[in-house]
């Protein structure tokens, strides 16, 4: 009765938060030779980072130096560190299962699909699985209507793949696959020149970073 379509990453996220005022009241997603990085702040003291790494990267590896160097080499920023209070190395894969219904039983969140975090939908797409099973429960019980029961699976999902979709071409834009070739490398440039110049692509990644209201 399931269906499962899965893909491993050849790469990780080394993240750490450290109490340091964040560098940018904005995200900053970085494309580097040695890899990709991820500038991101938790509160006007805290900042969340993350680089690029091997998904079974050991962090005994990783002194605060080593880490601190590569961020500022990625991100741009010379000087910016300060003292690290969590650190871990998260593996990246896209998966999902289809149908996220059988019976009375009802799929949602990571049960039922797993986004590499590169476009921040994880959390975006369980809170929507629940709010179309929480409008459909109600209609149920409060009217004997079982249409959105009915099709939860299908109304969920195709908000699911246009976001698995979106998160691919994000960490397919901005990560450096092991052994790839300097021709792969252009593409992802030319990639990023078309996004932050072209206002058509610009609104087309901020509906799908913020938006998706019409999925």
Known sequence: MLTEYSR????????????????SEELIYAWNDGGFALHSMRS???????????PDEDLDEWPDERIWSE??????????????????VTPMRSHVVEPMQHGRLFLAGDAAHIVPPTGAKGLNL??????????ALV??????????????????L??????????W????????????????????????RYVTTSEAQ???LAENYVGLEHV
């Open 158 to 167: 195709r908000r699911v793949w246009r976001a698995e979709h979106f998160s």
């Open 126 to 135: 369980a809170v929507r699985d629940v709010a179309v099973l929480a409008d």
């Open 8 to 23: 491993e990453y050849p790469f990780g996220w080394l993240g750490i938060l450290a109490q340091v005022a964040p560098a």
């Open 44 to 54: 006007p003291e805290l900042s969340r980072l993350y680089l690029q790494c091997r």
């Open 202 to 204: 610009a609104r087309a």
């Open 71 to 88: 961020l500022q080499a990625r991100l741009g920023l010379p000087g910016f560190e300060g003292p690290i209070v969590e650190r871990g």
């Open 169 to 192: 071409f994000m960490t397919s834009m901005l990560h450096r696959s092991p052994g790839a070739d300097p021709f792969e490398a252009k593409l992802q440039l030319s990639q990023l």
């Open 139 to 156: 209609r149920w019980y409060a009217d004997g209507d079982e249409s959105g029961l009915a099709s939860y699976s299908e109304r969920c």
